[in-house]
């Protein structure tokens, strides 16, 4: 089966046959490295139904979000299985850097963490460490999904710490400051950024780029890409996500599945009031 998607905001399309040759290649990692442009979802709700529409769909990457709202491990589990031998790559943002929680979320199969509200680099060098197998790092090595409950430790464990992607979240007016010295922490595999949040720290809260914040994180987006790391941001509508896209991020976040219903009953909903 070859998924092929007519979408514009999506670049490139691979194989399931390619991706199970290579159990354990991250093909979003990969597609970054490469230069090309993908789009995901952020997953917010408890149904896996939700990300097996993204996987039918040919969404590059989901984000199962654990720093916010309700889910749990066994409903985080259901999104990640949804992923499994398709061209989808499952990430989970986590809600802290804990060493347990990191192990855990890879453990069950995520590809990759993100890392919110990063302030400095010490916190991403300890996200890392916790993500990466030794000598890179002390994560343990389990018998869980991740190594197909044992019986792939050798074969997992042998490409894990260069496919296992960490993205801290750049959020906060010191993690714009710190930047250079947040991508100077081996690992760092992209970007991810989070206006509102950063609006927040900058005293503008329930903002998300008013004029002023927003050129300053296309300077910082600038200054990510000068170093050869790619960055991701969340898209408000269609035509925003087309700006982003000229603007040179490579990971567009339609939106999160919760926000995409609002927005899709919203519009019906005008439209039969006119």
């Not at 654990?66 to 989808?88: K, M, P, Y």
């Amino acid at each position: 089966m070859r998924i092929i998607v007519t979408d514009p905001l999506r670049f490139g399309e691979c194989s399931v046959e390619e991706h199970e040759r290579m159990p354990f290649k991250n093909l979003l990692k990969e597609k970054l490295r490469d230069g090309k442009g993908t789009t995901g979802l952020w997953v917010t709700l408890e149904s896996a139904s939700i990300t097996e529409i993204a996987v039918e769909l040919g969404f590059d990457w989901v984000v199962i979000d654990a720093e916010h709202g309700h889910l749990d491990f066994h409903e985080i589990l259901q999104h990640v299985r949804a992923t499994r031998n398709s061209t989808t790559t499952p990430l989970v943002r986590i809600q802290e850097i804990e060493q347990g929680l990191i192990k855990r979320v890879l453990d069950i199969g995520a590809a990759g963490i993100l890392v919110p509200q990063v302030y400095g680099a010490d916190e991403v060098e300890r996200a890392v460490r916790f993500a990466k197998y030794p000598p890179r790092g002390i994560r343990g090595v389990g018998g869980e999904r991740a190594t197909r409950w044992g019986t792939a430790i050798a074969e997992y464990t042998a490409v894990a710490n260069d496919e296992t992607m960490v993205i801290p979240l750049m959020e906060t007016v010191a993690a714009g400051d710190a930047i250079d010295a947040i991508l100077d922490v081996p690992g760092v595999d992209a970007i991810q950024f989070g206006p509102a949040d950063y609006c927040s720290s900058a005293g503008l809260l329930g903002q998300w780029d008013p004029p002023g914040i927003a050129e300053r994180l296309i300077a910082i987006k600038d200054r990510i890409r000068s170093r050869g790391v790619p960055c991701g941001i969340m898209a408000t509508d269609a035509k925003n996500a087309q700006l982003r896209r000229d603007q040179g991020f490579q990971m567009i976040g339609i939106g999160s599945d919760t926000a995409l219903i609002i927005r899709s009953a919203r519009e019906a909903l005008r439209g039969l009031a006119e």
